[in-house]
């Protein structure tokens, strides 16, 4: 299903302890590269970091996605075991340009409409398409990335803690 807007949340409780389910995590995922690795082969999967009460990691894929969930995990310990709650979210810098690109296309559409309602020109109205176009693709493309990263973290989770 794809969200009304470009967030996802969700849980997993597991029965083993934090610290194993953080070692899971962490043998399934690659080191973040630096920025001064720009020309290192690219494995397949994801990258991340592991924190002190959960991890981070993002897919790996060639070229540029701004519309990439990027993951935050946090493992909290409970009386049986552990709880994942895994919080899938844009980059906050894809977040300020859309918030941006709104205000751009607001200011334009309500000029538009000032002067269509005005009845001094007739304007071309394919502006007013802006802010519903950046909507409906940002809402499908981080849609379609965010079931892919929740499928991964949960198939980590899952054969977490199993042997191997």
């Known amino acids: 299903m794809i969200p009304l807007v470009p ?13 194993a389910v953080l070692d ?6 690659h080191p973040r590269r630096t920025f001064w690795e720009p020309f290192e082969p690219r494995p397949e999967g ?3 970091e592991i ?13 540029r996605n701004s519309f990439l969930p990027c993951a935050r995990g946090l493992v909290t310990g409970t009386a049986w075991g552990s709880r994942v709650v895994v919080t899938l979210a844009l980059h906050p810098a894809t977040i300020a340009f859309l918030v941006a690109w709104c205000i751009v296309f607001g200011a334009i559409s309500f000029a538009i409409l000032t002067e269509w309602q005005s009845g001094i020109a007739t304007p071309p ?3 007013l398409a802006g802010i519903p176009f950046a909507y409906v693709l940002t809402t499908l493309a981080f ?13 980590v ?3 977490t803690g199993s042997p191997n």
């Open 157 to 159: 989770l899952s054969t």
């Open 51 to 63: 924190t002190s009460d959960g991890f981070r990691l993002n897919r790996l894929i060639r070229g």
């Open 7 to 19: 967030y996802r949340r969700f849980q997993i409780d597991l029965p083993i302890e934090p610290r």
């Open 125 to 127: 109205l394919f502006p």
């Open 143 to 155: 849609g379609f990335e965010a079931v892919q990263a929740e499928r991964f973290v949960r198939e």
């Open 46 to 48: 994801y990258e991340g």
């Open 24 to 29: 899971g995590v962490a043998q399934r995922i």
